[in-house]
């Protein structure tokens, strides 16, 4: 998603989009349009990490045409909102790094698994490398998956008894059955 005015919702170019809300009804629904907001961004910008830290520096946090920047707590709370829909994930204590999931790990895991049954590589080992940028994948929306995220979506298939990790200083993969 670029800064083109046509692909933003009508929100973002609204400036009290930007200041979180006091009456709860109109903050509720703006937590919802910045949910959206951030999954779509994310979704088409590949993103699997957000530092709150430097969220200014994106166009989604910071609307340069109307000089308007959600704050860095505001962003924290909606982060919050995604983590209990199992959006989004707290990388650290302080909730400054957070991974965003456009689908939630379990959504991730049933494409990722899907996509293997369809090739036909149940009992297949597969590297974490070939499952996000092989030549299979490419078409698929999980390709480009950063490898933390990845390995957190083979841990659902893991403990489903789909699959098997190997994660050693030498390898990075996974066995499917």
Known sequence: MSTSTSEWPWQYH???????????ETRAKQVSAWKSLILDYCQKNKLYIVDVREAHQL???HNTTMN???DPSVIVSILSELAK????AALDKAKNRWEIYWHTLEEWASMIYD???E???QN???TLFELSQGDDVQSKEFSGMQTDVLVKVLRVLENERKCELILSDEEQGVKFF
């Open 124 to 126: 297949s080992v597969l």
């Open 14 to 24: 609204f400036p009290p989009f930007f200041t979180l809300q006091p009456h709860p």
């Open 119 to 121: 090739l036909g590589m």
């Open 68 to 70: 308007r920047k959600l």
């Open 85 to 88: 829909t199992g959006n989004a």
């Open 115 to 117: 996509h293997i049954c």
């Open 59 to 61: 166009p989604l946090f």
